[in-house]
Structures are given as structure tokens and as C-alpha cells.
């Protein structure tokens, strides 16, 4: 089942199944490894619609909701 | 010769650019543009050759500015020296098959490589090394393990032009980590949990605030034991001064010694060029300067700041900007100067614009705060309060006017959050030296001239005539009283000197607080103004003066009424 990263669960990891969004958009998210395929773990979002921080491999990034929004991951069972 | 370390954001680059080079480092602006690179001078063999930090990049891509600079620095090298972070192999292998592609001799340095072991992550160096085409060094930039080896090969750096597609090159790494890297799962060492829990808001935001309050008493503490052994060698220069007042009378005097209180020299109030024009800067404003960039250096080094900048993300977007604008804001409270040029780091003009035009209104300088710390001291903390309460107050309102007002909008955050690093104590220091460097070099002949004005407006009595001029303002509007108009002109000079004006004036208490707060927001100093325009241009820092200008005296209305 895909959803959106905004409501993956926090501490829960998922796989990456679809990322929307323009070229520019892509290409951001690839040079931090975030690409379909990849298994991420949300560890926090920011209250007040703040950005949400996701695990990759051993980075962590903060990624602003709207574009969190166009990230569809499949939670691990 | 010239050898560019090339890498990721984050990798321990600058430390190992740190390592190699000696003490002579230059930053500088690529050429036409805003990215900042770092050049250094290092021994190899008997040869000096140039280092070069190139900023960090995750791609040769044009995705932004950094980008961009990278691929042209890259044609200017002889050879590449790639850091990668042993700890994240696949994202940075990307950079690395990117750049074997240019076709210049190339040595890869397994960074972190005591991080990686730590994290349960097994490389196989020989592996690496065969497959990448090019000699392959594990080092720990923190501790200096593996740069010797480093630099001894770098003349055995090789070529291997491989060239692949976006997808092949994916495909490539996949098949490298998969028989390079072993990963064995081991439990959170405690700087990982500590990386959680400071960005996990329920915990985050109070261990933040600890932080920042921790920060600043270590400012003080430093600050005030600094003053206090600056202040004691001024005992032994007090008789030279003494002298010099003896034998020099008339107009020299009143320049370089100033006005005697009490018959006897007062460094915070003679005002005279070798009395309070070398006191202020060394004794007062120095220690803060020093301490502030010490602990600034830690809170960077150790990657905390861009914690900070997530957590307080959401409050910055409402003022129009980034987290990441947090950083210009604590740099201006070192120094306006570097917190100006820091708004490069925020991609849109209009985020720069807001974030220039809140930090030199609202942001108060070491220089000037130390001084506030020492004319107010008298009255106890809570007054002092005051006047930085008002201006959060300011920066608060302002932003949010400021955000609703300008046109656009603020673009989504996206940023990498590095690991806990414990920082490279000689790189912190290092950093240290150079940025109080840049306040004696740009600060001093400020302070002089700040000094040599007011005499020159005193003496020539200008200062009357404008006191004239702009006495409905300053007397009725402000409540103070119109001598206080000659610190507002030296405060364009400096700040510092101008709040030390204040002292002979005998103001009370709310008219110190009125001024303090005055000073602060109605204009830069000179340094921070010139900067400000070569960031801004013409039109916009014209925009910027009328709010600042406005601001001032709405502010100091406001004050005089409800003090």
C-alpha cells in the first residue's frame, strides 16, 4: 500500500515507490540518495507543519512538507 | 601545482583541508560569483603546491550555485584529491564515478573511517581500490590517521575515465557497496541517540534552549575573565598615558588623550584616540569577540546548527525565510559583517533581503552588546532585558510585516542534517584566529576613526548644528536629550564608541534604554553597510535604510511613551 511520507508513522521505516515532481525536483532528492528503491526511516516531523526529517542510509535530511507530500513510500511490515 | 579536495557536504573536508595546509589560509569568492573556496599552501616533497577546499557538492550537476563553481574549479587542477564519508558510501560514490569521468589523476580519501567501524560498516579496501581504478586511502581527518599515507601517494594518484549514463552509474555503485561494504548491526552509540532526540521537537526545543542559554554564560564567563586580564594590562599602560597627558596641551591632547575625568584619565569616558580609541576595542569589545567566536566555532564544527535550523524552521518561514537564516542571525551577533555576507547561504533575493534587513536592524554586534553589558551593568540584568527583548520584539513583527508585504513566497526546506562530529579542536581554533584577525584588521582603524570624528564634529561644532536641525525628533519624539544626537553620528562608525558617548551624557535609565535600542536598529555601521549594499545593490538597501529609519523612530516613540 503507498502512501504519502506525511503520514508514514514516526520511527517507522518504508520504501521509497514513487517520487512526483519536475526534473529539478528529481534531481535534488537523487543527490541525497533518495531514490526509488531506497529504504528510508522517518524520524520526526516538525509541528506546525514544519518539515519533516527522514533517515537515508546514515544521513538525515529536513524536507519541507509540500515536497515530503510528492515522496510515496510502502511502510516495512 | 594544484590539488583540489573535492566531496560532499559534510564529509570532514575543511579538516582534512585543515591538516594539510598550514596557518596561511585565503578565503575568497570565486570570481563573479558568491561561493566562497578556501586556498592553503602545503609541502610535498620540496615542493610548496596550492590546495584548494572546493565547496561541497553532492553532483557536477548544476542543481545550485556550489555546482556550478565546482566544475569550473575542476578545470583548473592538476589533480583531485575525493573525500568521501566511509559511513555513507553509496551517496558519495555518485560524486566520485562523476569525476573519474573528467579524466584527472585522482586519489580517493576514506573518510571517517573510525565512524565506519564504530557504525558495525565493513570496507574492503582492496576491492575498492580495484574497481574504482584509482589508489584508495582510509583516513580520520579528526585524528590525523592516514594522512601521511594520503599524502605519500598522492603521486601515485591515477586516471580511469570511465564514462556511464545516470542509470549506469547507479547500477555501478549498487554492484560496488554490494562486494565492498559488510554492514553488522550494532546498537546506537550515544552521540546517534543524542542525534534524535535534539531533532525530535518534544525533546529537541528544550535541549535546544538549554544550549543557546548554556552558550551564552560561557560567552560571558570567557568574556569577562578575557576583559578582566586586558583590563589589568592596562595598568602598566596607564602611566605611559599619564605622561603623554603632561607634555601634550591644546588640540593634540584634547585628540589623543581627550577630556580628563576627575583629573584623571577614564578609558570609557575620556574619549581620547590612545585613551578610549585602544581601551574600548581591546579591553571591552576583544574578549566578547573572542569568546562569542570560540563557542560560535563549536556549535558549528559540531553540527548542531543545523538542528537548530530544522527546529526553528517553521517559526522562520512565518518571518519569510529558511531555518537555515538562523545562522546569519547568530553570526551578526558577533559581528555584523559576516552575518550579512552569511545570508548568501539562503537561495531567493527575497530571503536574503528580509534576513539582511532583520539582522542589521534587530541583531545587536558583540562590539556593541559587550558595551551595552558594561554602561548598564550598574542597573542589573532586567534592565538590560529590556532593550533585547525589544528587539526580538522587532524582529518578530518586522518579519511577519515583511513576509506579508514583498511579494513571493519562501521555497521548501531541503537540507542534509549531518551526524555529531566531535569537533577538530585545532580547526576550531584555527577558525577562531582568522575571524578575530578580521575584527582587529576591519574593526581598529574604525574605532580611530570613530573617535578622530567625534573630536573633529565637537571642535568645529557641527555636532550643534545638526543637533538643531534634528532636535524635534531626538528631544520630543525620543526623549532624549540633543547631545545625544553626536552618538547617533558616530554610531554609523562604530557602535561601540557611540554607546560609550553615552556615559558623559548622565542620562537616567530610560534614556540609556531608549538610546541603547536606538543605536541598534536606526542604522548599520559603516563596515556593515558597505557589505550590505555589495549584497543587496543600490535599490534594495535604500528599501532597507527607509524601514530601518522608520522602525527607529516608531520604536523609540514607542519606548519613551510606555517607559
Same mark, same amino acid.
Given at each position: 500500500?503507498?502512501?504519502?511520507? $506525511?503520514?508514514?508513522?514516526?520511527?517507522?521505516?518504508?520504501?521509497?515507490?514513487?517520487?512526483?515532481?519536475?526534473?529539478?525536483?528529481?534531481?535534488?532528492?537523487?543527490?541525497?540518495?533518495?531514490?526509488?528503491?531506497?529504504?528510508?526511516?522517518?524520524?520526526?516531523?516538525?509541528?506546525?507543519?514544519?518539515?519533516?526529517?527522514?533517515?537515508?542510509?546514515?544521513?538525515?535530511?529536513?524536507?519541507?512538507?509540500?515536497?515530503?507530500?510528492?515522496?510515496?513510500?510502502?511502510?516495512?511490515? | 601545482?594544484?590539488?583540489?579536495?573535492?566531496?560532499?557536504?559534510?564529509?570532514?573536508?575543511?579538516?582534512?583541508?585543515?591538516?594539510?595546509?598550514?596557518?596561511?589560509?585565503?578565503? &575568497?569568492?570565486?570570481?563573479?560569483?558568491?561561493?566562497?573556496?578556501?586556498?592553503?599552501?602545503?609541502?610535498?616533497?620540496?615542493?610548496?603546491?596550492?590546495? $584548494?577546499?572546493?565547496?561541497?557538492?553532492?553532483?557536477?550537476?548544476?542543481?545550485?550555485?556550489?555546482?556550478?563553481?565546482?566544475?569550473? +574549479?575542476?578545470?583548473?587542477?592538476?589533480? $583531485?584529491?575525493?573525500?568521501?564519508?566511509?559511513?555513507?558510501?553509496?551517496?558519495?560514490?555518485?560524486?566520485?564515478?562523476?569525476?573519474?569521468?573528467?579524466?584527472?589523476?585522482?586519489?580517493?580519501?576514506?573518510?571517517?573511517?573510525?565512524?565506519?567501524?564504530?557504525?558495525?560498516?565493513?570496507?574492503?579496501?582492496?576491492?575498492?581500490? !580495484?574497481?574504482?581504478?584509482?589508489?584508495?586511502?582510509?583516513t580520520v581527518a579528526l585524528t590525523g590517521e592516514g594522512i601521511k599515507k594520503l599524502v605519500s601517494y598522492l603521486?601515485?594518484?591515477?586516471?580511469?575515465?570511465?564514462?556511464? !549514463?545516470?542509470?549506469?552509474?547507479?547500477?555501478?555503485?549498487?554492484?560496488?557497496? !554490494?562486494?565492498?561494504?559488510?554492514?553488522?548491526?550494532?546498537?546506537?552509540?550515544?552521540?546517534?541517540?543524542?542525534?534524535?532526540?535534539?531533532?525530535?521537537?518534544?525533546?529537541?526545543?528544550?535541549?535546544?534552549?538549554?544550549?543557546?542559554?548554556?552558550?551564552?554564560?560561557?560567552?560571558?564567563?570567557?568574556?569577562?575573565?578575557?576583559?578582566?586580564?586586558?583590563?589589568?594590562?592596562?595598568?602598566?599602560?596607564?602611566?605611559i598615558a599619564n605622561w603623554l597627558g603632561n607634555h601634550l596641551s591644546g588640540f593634540l591632547k584634547e585628540i589623543?588623550?581627550?577630556?580628563? $575625568?576627575?583629573?584623571?584619565?577614564?578609558?570609557?569616558? &575620556?574619549?581620547?584616540?590612545?585613551?578610549?580609541?585602544?581601551?574600548?576595542?581591546?579591553?571591552?569589545?576583544?574578549?566578547?569577540?573572542?569568546?562569542?567566536?570560540?563557542?560560535?566555532?563549536?556549535?558549528?564544527?559540531?553540527?548542531?546548527?543545523?538542528?537548530?535550523?530544522?527546529?526553528?524552521?517553521?517559526?522562520?518561514?512565518?518571518?519569510?525565510?529558511?531555518?537555515?537564516?538562523?545562522?546569519?542571525?547568530?553570526?551578526?551577533?558577533?559581528?555584523?559583517?559576516?552575518?550579512?555576507?552569511?545570508?548568501?547561504?539562503?537561495?531567493?533575493?527575497?530571503?536574503?533581503?528580509?534576513?539582511?534587513?532583520?539582522?542589521?536592524?534587530?541583531?545587536?554586534?558583540?562590539?556593541?552588546?559587550?558595551?551595552?553589558?558594561?554602561?548598564?551593568?550598574?542597573?542589573?540584568?532586567?534592565?538590560?532585558?529590556?532593550?533585547?527583548?525589544?528587539?526580538?520584539?522587532?524582529?518578530?513583527?518586522?518579519?511577519?510585516?515583511?513576509?506579508?508585504?514583498?511579494?513571493?513566497?519562501?521555497?521548501?526546506?531541503? +537540507?542534509?542534517?549531518?551526524?555529531?562530529?566531535?569537533?577538530?579542536?585545532?580547526?576550531?581554533?584555527?577558525?577562531?584566529?582568522?575571524?578575530?584577525?578580521?575584527?582587529?584588521?576591519?574593526?581598529?582603524?574604525?574605532?580611530?576613526?570613530?573617535?578622530?570624528?567625534?573630536?573633529?564634529?565637537?571642535?568645529?561644532?557641527?555636532?550643534?548644528?545638526?543637533?538643531?536641525?534634528? &532636535?524635534?525628533?531626538?528631544?520630543?519624539?525620543?526623549?532624549?536629550?540633543?547631545?545625544?544626537?553626536?552618538?547617533?553620528?558616530?554610531?554609523?562608525?562604530?557602535?561601540?564608541?557611540?554607546?560609550?558617548?553615552?556615559?558623559?551624557?548622565?542620562?537616567?535609565?530610560?534614556?540609556?534604554?531608549?538610546?541603547?535600542?536606538?543605536?541598534?536598529i536606526y542604522f548599520p555601521c559603516i563596515a556593515t553597510f558597505v557589505t550590505l549594499l555589495k549584497e543587496l545593490?543600490?535599490?534594495?538597501?535604500?528599501?532597507?535604510?527607509?524601514?530601518?529609519?522608520?522602525? &527607529?523612530?516608531?520604536?523609540?516613540?514607542?519606548?519613551?511613551?510606555?517607559?
Amino acid at each position: 500500500m503507498e502512501i504519502s511520507l $506525511i503520514n508514514l508513522p514516526e520511527g517507522k521505516k518504508a520504501v521509497i515507490k514513487k517520487l512526483e515532481g519536475g526534473r529539478e525536483f528529481l534531481r535534488k532528492l537523487e543527490a541525497l540518495n533518495i531514490r526509488v528503491g531506497k529504504i528510508i526511516k522517518k524520524i520526526t516531523g516538525q509541528p506546525f507543519r514544519g518539515p519533516i526529517v527522514i533517515e537515508v542510509d546514515n544521513t538525515k535530511v529536513a524536507i519541507g512538507r509540500g515536497m515530503a507530500m510528492r515522496i510515496y513510500v510502502e511502510p516495512e511490515k | 601545482m594544484r590539488i583540489l579536495l573535492m566531496g560532499n557536504l559534510n564529509v570532514g573536508k575543511s579538516t582534512l583541508f585543515s591538516r594539510l595546509t598550514g596557518i596561511n589560509v585565503i578565503i &575568497s569568492n570565486y570570481p563573479g560569483t558568491t561561493v566562497e573556496f578556501k586556498k592553503g599552501k602545503m609541502k610535498l616533497g620540496r615542493e610548496i603546491v596550492e590546495v $584548494i577546499d572546493v565547496p561541497g557538492t553532492y553532483t557536477l550537476e548544476p542543481i545550485s550555485k556550489a555546482e556550478i563553481v565546482a566544475v569550473k +574549479m575542476l578545470k583548473e587542477g592538476d589533480l $583531485i584529491i575525493n573525500v568521501i564519508d566511509a559511513t555513507n558510501l553509496e551517496r558519495n560514490l555518485y560524486l566520485t564515478l562523476e569525476l573519474l569521468e573528467k579524466n584527472k589523476p585522482m586519489i580517493v580519501a576514506l573518510n571517517c573511517w573510525d565512524e565506519a567501524r564504530h557504525k558495525g560498516i565493513k570496507i574492503n579496501i582492496k576491492k575498492l581500490q !580495484k574497481l574504482l581504478g584509482v589508489p584508495v586511502i582510509p583516513t580520520v581527518a579528526l585524528t590525523g590517521e592516514g594522512i601521511k599515507k594520503l599524502v605519500s601517494y598522492l603521486k601515485k594518484a591515477r586516471k580511469n575515465p570511465i564514462k556511464l !549514463k545516470r542509470k549506469e552509474k547507479w547500477a555501478f555503485i549498487g554492484k560496488i557497496v !554490494k562486494e565492498v561494504q559488510k554492514i553488522r548491526h550494532k546498537d546506537h552509540t550515544f552521540l546517534e541517540i543524542a542525534e534524535d532526540l535534539t531533532i525530535k521537537p518534544l525533546t529537541g526545543i528544550p535541549v535546544g534552549t538549554v544550549i543557546l542559554i548554556l552558550s551564552f554564560f560561557v560567552v560571558r564567563f570567557i568574556g569577562e575573565s578575557l576583559s578582566r586580564i586586558f583590563d589589568y594590562l592596562f595598568n602598566f599602560y596607564t602611566p605611559i598615558a599619564n605622561w603623554l597627558g603632561n607634555h601634550l596641551s591644546g588640540f593634540l591632547k584634547e585628540i589623543l588623550i581627550g577630556t580628563l $575625568i576627575d583629573g584623571k584619565i577614564d578609558y570609557l569616558q &575620556s574619549m581620547g584616540l590612545l585613551t578610549t580609541g585602544i581601551y574600548v576595542p581591546i579591553a571591552v569589545v576583544l574578549p566578547y569577540i573572542i569568546s562569542f567566536y570560540f563557542v560560535l566555532g563549536l556549535l558549528e564544527d559540531s553540527g548542531y546548527l543545523p538542528r537548530l535550523a530544522t527546529l526553528v524552521d517553521t517559526i522562520l518561514h512565518k518571518l519569510g525565510m529558511h531555518g537555515l537564516a538562523i545562522i546569519p542571525m547568530l553570526l551578526g551577533l558577533g559581528c555584523n559583517v559576516p552575518g550579512a555576507l552569511s545570508t548568501r547561504i539562503l537561495e531567493t533575493r527575497r530571503q536574503r533581503f528580509i534576513a539582511a534587513t532583520l539582522m542589521a536592524i534587530a541583531v545587536p554586534c558583540m562590539a556593541q552588546t559587550a558595551m551595552i553589558f558594561a554602561i548598564l551593568a550598574p542597573y542589573g540584568i532586567k534592565r538590560i532585558g529590556i532593550i533585547f527583548a525589544t528587539l526580538f520584539i522587532i524582529w518578530l513583527i518586522l518579519g511577519i510585516l515583511l513576509n506579508n508585504i514583498l511579494p513571493g513566497g519562501t521555497p521548501e526546506t531541503f +537540507m542534509e542534517i549531518p551526524p555529531y562530529r566531535i569537533p577538530y579542536f585545532k580547526g576550531v581554533l584555527k577558525k577562531l584566529w582568522m575571524r578575530t584577525k578580521g575584527f582587529i584588521f576591519h574593526a581598529l582603524p574604525f574605532v580611530f576613526l570613530g573617535v578622530l570624528a567625534m573630536n573633529i564634529l565637537y571642535t568645529t561644532g557641527i555636532i550643534s548644528a545638526i543637533a538643531k536641525i534634528s &532636535s524635534p525628533i531626538v528631544v520630543k519624539l525620543l526623549g532624549l536629550p540633543k547631545e545625544a544626537i553626536a552618538a547617533l553620528i558616530v554610531g554609523f562608525l562604530r557602535k561601540d564608541v557611540a554607546v560609550g558617548m553615552l556615559l558623559p551624557l548622565r542620562l537616567n535609565l530610560k534614556q540609556l534604554i531608549i538610546a541603547c535600542t536606538i543605536l541598534t536598529i536606526y542604522f548599520p555601521c559603516i563596515a556593515t553597510f558597505v557589505t550590505l549594499l555589495k549584497e543587496l545593490g543600490i535599490k534594495d538597501m535604500i528599501k532597507s535604510a527607509i524601514i530601518m529609519m522608520v522602525t &527607529s523612530i516608531l520604536v523609540g516613540s514607542f519606548l519613551n511613551i510606555i517607559l
